[in-house]
């Protein structure tokens, strides 16, 4: 079953992550802070729909999901093939982001990035050594690895 596609996860998969867009989109509650940009303003106008409250569950229906699949990746496989598998299906992609992240936030003068905050992002260590993430999105993955470790 280790390589086997699991279609019905898939659609837990979408529901997850549709119901977090819907949530930041229609009822997150910080949105008149988070959805100011600061050369245009408020530029994204949507109601304010209560339902879509609920939708903050969908990250960890995601982990669920994750934990799930995690598990199924590991069978029949030793500790350090799995997380060598692992490291090397995330931890390209993540530098890569970060590198465009930091780029633009440099480029347009976002905010000022220090080489401490750069090697804490590069070495999963951002709350350890008290650093702000580049991106606030990123936060998933360092749960990832401690999840791993």
Do not use: K
């Not at 199924?72 to 350090?80: H, I, N, Q």
């Not at 598998?85 to 440099?106: D, F, G, K």
């Not at 905010?111 to 590069?122: D, G, H, K, M, W």
Request: net charge neutral; glycine share 6%; proline share 3%.
């Amino acid at each position: 079953m280790a390589n086997q596609h699991i279609q019905l996860i898939d659609g837990y998969r979408f529901l997850a992550a549709i119901s977090v867009v819907c949530f930041h989109y229609f009822a997150d509650i910080n949105a008149a802070h988070t959805r100011l940009n600061v050369l245009y303003g408020n530029i994204f106008e949507f109601p304010h729909l209560a339902f879509f409250e609920y939708g903050r569950f969908g990250v960890d229906l995601f982990f669920l999901i994750s934990g799930f699949v995690i598990a199924l990746s590991a069978e029949g496989r030793t500790f350090s093939g799995f997380l060598a598998s692992r490291v090397a299906r995330i931890v390209p992609t993540y530098w890569l982001a970060i590198v465009l992240t930091s780029a633009a936030i440099l480029i347009f003068q976002y905010q000022p990035i220090s080489l401490r905050q750069l090697v804490a992002n590069f070495a999963f260590l951002q709350r350890p050594l008290g650093e702000n993430f580049i991106d606030g999105v990123y936060w998933t993955i360092a749960i990832e690895f401690r999840f791993y470790l």
